[in-house]
Nanobody, 115 residues
Framework: QLQLVQSGGGLVQPGGSLRLSCAAS????????IGWFRQAPGKERKRLSC????????YYADSVKGRFTFSRDSANDTVYLQMNALKPEDSAVYFC????????WGQGTQVTVSE
C-alpha cells in the first residue's frame, strides 16, 4: 500500500519554528515530484514548496521564501519542511504530496501559530 505518513506540527508562538516530516511507505520518492502544501479554513490548498527530481531544483512560494526550507533524506525516503519565523497566517493544515495533485497525499497535520 502506497502511503505518505506525516509527523510534526502543533502549536507554536509567532516567531517560533516547527519541522514537519513526511515518510514514504510502499514506494520511493526517487521518481516523483515532491511537494508541501497547506490549506487554511475556507481557503484553497496552496503549494508551498516543491522538489523537482529531474534537476534538483526546489521551488518556494513567495509567502514562505526565506523562512521555510525543504530537505530530503533519500536513504529513508523522508522529506522535511523546516519552518522558521512562523506567523499567525501560517496556521493551516499542511500536506505532503508525491506525484502531483492526482498522486499520493499525506494525512495532513495541523500547524497553529498563536500567542
Amino acid at each position: 500500500q502506497l502511503q505518505l505518513v506525516q509527523s510534526g506540527g502543533g502549536l507554536v508562538q509567532p516567531g517560533g519554528s516547527l519541522r514537519l516530516s513526511c515518510a514514504a511507505s510502499g514506494f520511493t520518492f526517487d521518481h516523483y515530484a515532491i511537494g508541501w502544501f497547506r490549506q487554511a479554513p475556507g481557503k484553497e490548498r496552496k503549494r508551498l514548496s516543491c522538489f523537482n527530481t529531474n534537476d534538483g531544483n526546489i521551488y518556494y512560494a513567495d509567502s514562505v521564501k526565506g523562512r521555510f526550507t525543504f530537505s530530503r533524506d533519500s536513504a529513508n525516503d523522508t522529506v522535511y519542511l523546516q519552518m522558521n519565523a512562523l506567523k499567525p497566517e501560517d496556521s493551516a493544515v499542511y500536506f505532503c504530496n508525491a506525484g502531483g495533485l492526482a498522486g499520493n497525499w499525506g494525512q495532513g497535520t495541523q500547524v497553529t501559530v498563536s500567542e
